[in-house]
């Protein structure tokens, strides 16, 4: 158990409608960070936050987009949902990026369906 | 930019055989740091190790050990004694100072199946 929750753990959307993932970080971490996971690939990353400011952001569209709230939990919103965000969402939480050293521990993960 | 390559897509060993998975990774960073993720079939990445650029001792952690070769960019993992429960996909991941907020650049990862 790494700590890191994340809710819904399932979901299922409708091409063209909008989602929010969410993420409790790990006790004491201000970083956390967003993958999408396809199946059968390696987890893609999505963006971070750190102290609730976008901390870099991989190739994704900006219909992506995050907020980190004071107690460092996390959202991921996606709009106009396509067939192929279908996916597992992961979130992440590091103890301080600023640290540049430490681990990502992830967790459960969110598996989101779009119909 | 970066880059994780894991040649081996699948893997099935006997329980109790030996199996290593290999991890070739890119980067033009001189600091960088390399993990090991183990992703059962519930789906969370469990954190298996993280090894930095600068620290090319091998090491050894019950029935895992892990091989890091600067020279040939490899990062090789291996369990000894396999068992049922080793039974998932393994990713190798890299991430680098280079880019500030050391987002982890994953492979493509390597499904373990451990037959009883």
């Known amino acids: 158990e790494t700590g890191v929750t994340q809710s819904p753990t399932h979901l299922i959307k409708t091409r063209g409608q909008q989602v929010t993932l969410r993420c409790s970080s790990q006790s004491g971490h201000n970083t956390v960070s967003w993958y999408q996971q396809a199946l059968g690939q390696g987890p893609q990353f999505i963006f971070q936050y750190y102290r609730e400011e976008e901390n870099g952001r991989g190739n994704f569209p900006p219909r992506f987009s995050g907020l980190q709230f004071p107690n460092y939990s996390s959202e991921l919103n996606v709009n106009a949902l396509e067939l192929d965000d279908s996916a597992l969402y992961l979130c992440?939480?590091?103890?301080?990026?600023?640290?540049?050293?430490?681990?990502?521990?992830f967790g459960p993960g969110t598996r989101l369906t779009v119909l | 930019a970066q880059k994780v390559t894991q040649a081996q897509t699948e893997i099935s060993v006997v329980e109790k055989e030996d199996v290593t998975l290999d991890c070739v990774y890119e980067?033009?960073?001189?600091?960088?740091?390399l993990f090991w993720y183990k992703q059962p079939p519930s789906g969370e990445l469990v954190f298996l190790i993280r090894?930095?650029?600068?620290?090319?001792q091998n090491e050894i952690s019950g029935r895992y050990s892990w091989n890091f070769q600067k020279s040939t960019s490899s990062f090789n993992f291996t369990i000894t004694a396999s068992q049922v429960v080793d039974s998932a996909v393994y990713f190798c991941?890299?991430?680098?100072?280079?880019?500030?907020?050391?987002?982890?650049?994953f492979g493509k990862g390597t499904k373990l199946s451990v037959i009883p």
């Open positions: 992440a939480s590091s103890l301080d990026v600023a640290r540049g050293t430490d681990t990502q521990y």
């Open positions: 980067t033009r960073d001189t600091t960088y740091y």
């Open positions: 991941a890299l991430s680098a100072t280079g880019a500030g907020s050391y987002q982890l650049t």
């Open positions: 090894r930095n650029s600068f620290d090319e």
